[in-house]
């Protein structure tokens, strides 16, 4: 899709994420052993021919940055397009923090201005699937609509006040948009992923800072759907996907990927990630392991039970994980046992401490703290 172009904002409100996002976004979050939230969205997009990726920050941007770098390993570091990191910036109109999507587009509108792609496929950041595009902008340009808005009917989406829900009728087109409704009347969640002509999100963009409005759904595409005499459609995605938005989200995503026909069904097209060179993984006589990802770089002596280990996790012997998520470069010791726990980076459970958290609500251990 040469004349279509991404826009990725990773701003989210993340205070249910507690201590694994003190340091990083939602898209910096890692997952799945090797992965960032954010690589599947961008791996989305190249696989369809994007070749025009910018990408919006707020705060905690440092890590996101180092991940993604001149994004290479996603063929997005040619001289024309290719990925474009749009930090935030303080200016006189700009304090460098968004109060929402408008905010950010309105302060990066010279890129906007700049690319040359007709359409623009508008996402934020915080919801991990893996899409072909292709469809959903065809969708788009056969209905004629002005905006066309990405919804799942996957009913773990669904939150209580928090997301947008689509009323949606025969013809596909949206009739009306339920914001942060206490109980959801529908269970057609909004995934924020839109398509649109770039021009129109230019004109939008300028109408919404002309009228001191920040939220892009709630301001804007709302608007048009009971207001403008617009054509707002609506795109079905049929496949699985997983809201990053609270810690049991993010333990929840992990322990199903755990699942082969989970695993196989999301890379069913490819997912790119930063390269990092390890040695392969190093398991001990007595090891025990099931149902569980070992990442390169891991040295396994323990017994280690549905649980995901990213790269360089050290596991010593009569040390027994279950059902964790430990980031890289952990450490349980040994006679250790740990169960419903999240590990962040270089955090250390010393030897024979025992850890058990209820699999609802996990324990969260934050970065470089030792037990």
């Not at 459609?233 to 049991?248: I, L, N």
Request: glycine share 6%; proline share 3%; net charge negative.
């Amino acid at each position: 899709m040469k004349d279509v172009m991404g826009v990725i904002y990773t701003g989210e409100s993340d205070a249910r994420l507690r201590e694994l996002t003190m340091t990083r976004a939602i898209a910096a979050l890692p997952v799945a052993g090797r992965y960032r939230v954010i690589d599947f969205l961008v791996s989305s997009m190249v696989n369809s021919g994007i070749r025009n990726v910018g990408v919006i920050m707020q705060k905690n941007y440092h890590s996101l940055m180092d991940h993604l770098g001149s994004g290479k390993e996603w063929d997005l570091h040619s001289k024309n397009n290719g990925l474009i990191i749009l930090p935030p910036f303080l200016t006189r109109e700009n304090v460098g923090v968004y109060n929402g999507l408008l905010d950010a587009l309105r302060s990066n509108s010279s890129y906007l201005g700049r690319s040359k792609q007709e359409y623009l496929i508008l996402s934020n950041s915080n919801i991990i699937y893996n899409c072909d595009f292709d469809d959903f902008v065809q969708h788009h340009i056969d209905s004629g609509a002005d905006i066309t808005i990405m919804y799942t009917k996957d009913p773990s989406m669904v939150r209580d006040e928090y997301g947008y829900y689509l009323t949606v009728n025969d013809e596909n087109l949206v009739t009306d948009i339920e914001v942060h409704p206490t109980h959801p009347d529908t269970t057609n969640t909004s995934m924020e992923v839109f398509v649109l002509k770039r021009e129109l999100l230019r004109t939008l963009v300028d109408r919404g800072a002309s009228h001191g409005l920040h939220e892009f759904t709630k301001d804007m595409v709302l608007k048009m759907v009971r207001d403008d005499n617009a054509r707002v459609s609506a795109y079905e995605y049929k496949g699985r996907c997983w809201r990053m938005d609270s810690v049991q989200s993010y333990f929840r995503f992990n322990m199903d990927i755990l699942d082969t026909a989970t695993r196989k069904d999301l890379f069913s097209l490819p997912v790119y990630t930063k390269v990092r060179d390890e040695m392969p993984a190093h398991y001990g006589d007595n090891v025990e392991i099931s149902n569980s990802l070992v990442a390169d770089g891991c040295v396994v002596e323990g017994k280690v039970e549905n649980s995901i280990l990213f790269r360089g996790v050290r596991i010593a012997p009569d040390a027994y994980v279950k059902n964790c998520v430990i980031m890289q470069d952990g450490q349980v010791h040994s006679g250790a046992y740990i169960e419903n726990c999240i590990l962040d980076k270089q955090a250390v459970i010393k030897r024979n401490a025992r850890l058990i958290g209820p699999a609802a609500y996990p324990i969260v251990i934050a970065k470089n703290v030792v037990i």
